[in-house]
């Protein structure tokens, strides 16, 4: 069954301060990758996403994943967090032919300014 | 405004009854997603409608169930309610066609069972 690890559960940063949040997933076949963020009250956003061609994706807000099919990994980074980036970060995975997302549980971000 | 609608935003009801929640999709998707999210289990898929038709299922309860009408909106339907089923329950839908596009979540329904 497919599945998705967020290795941290909550991050705590300084604005300015540069940002990598990590997520690997298991399954063997070509799969799509999501990152969704979901501000405090609100619903999820997709910030971006994976299909294929270059691995590096560049998303909303200054974010960006790499996708390392090697390591099975799909990190969000953000060169400079901002106040406005606490939020919590979803990582998601559909892979073959299920429709459905299978998300990771979540990384809480919270930044001070 | 992400186009996906869920009604209602919260409901409070007690142990042992039964709740039905709605959702209507982006114009034009015929997929519509159910999930359940819950401080301890995170994001789960319950199940999948295409075009009036069960797709695919998750982890979903037998107390529950779901339907999609003609009209493409969704309600998921939640019986003998525990306290244990208190959580945000969020829709999306997607379209076949861009299926690879993402998926569009509406604003949760907030289900607490006292």
């Known amino acids: 069954a497919q599945s998705v690890s967020q290795h941290n559960h909550h991050v705590i940063l300084s604005e300015a301060a540069s940002l990598e949040l990590g997520c690997n997933y298991s399954y063997g076949g070509t799969v799509n990758l999501f990152w969704y963020v979901q501000y405090p009250g609100q619903h999820l956003q997709l910030l971006l996403k994976y299909f294929s061609g270059d691995p590096l994706v560049k998303g909303i807000k200054g974010f960006e994943a790499e996708f390392i099919k090697s390591k099975f990994s799909f990190n969000l980074r953000k060169p400079s967090v901002q106040w406005s980036d606490t939020a919590e970060y979803f990582c998601a995975v559909k892979g073959g032919s299920q429709g459905n997302l299978i998300f990771g549980k979540g990384t809480k971000l919270s930044v001070k300014p | 405004d992400s186009g996906v609608t869920q009604t209602p935003k919260h409901l409070i009801t007690a142990t042992g009854q039964r709740v039905t929640l709605r959702c209507s999709p982006r114009?034009?998707?015929?997929?519509v997603y159910w999930y359940q999210q819950s401080l301890d289990q995170g994001l789960q898929f319950l199940i999948q409608?295409?075009?009036?038709?069960?797709?695919a299922k998750g982890n979903i309860l037998e107390r529950f169930s779901a339907q999609q009408f003609p009209d493409l909106h969704s309600e998921l339907n939640l019986s003998s309610l525990e306290l244990g089923d208190s959580a945000l329950y969020f829709c999306?839908?997607?379209?076949?066609?861009?299926?690879?596009?993402?998926?569009?979540f509406g604003s949760g329904t907030r289900l607490t069972v006292v």
């Open positions: 409608y295409y075009n009036g038709e069960e797709r």
């Open positions: 999306a839908s997607s379209g076949l066609d861009r299926e690879g596009y993402g998926y569009t």
């Open positions: 114009s034009g998707d015929l997929s």
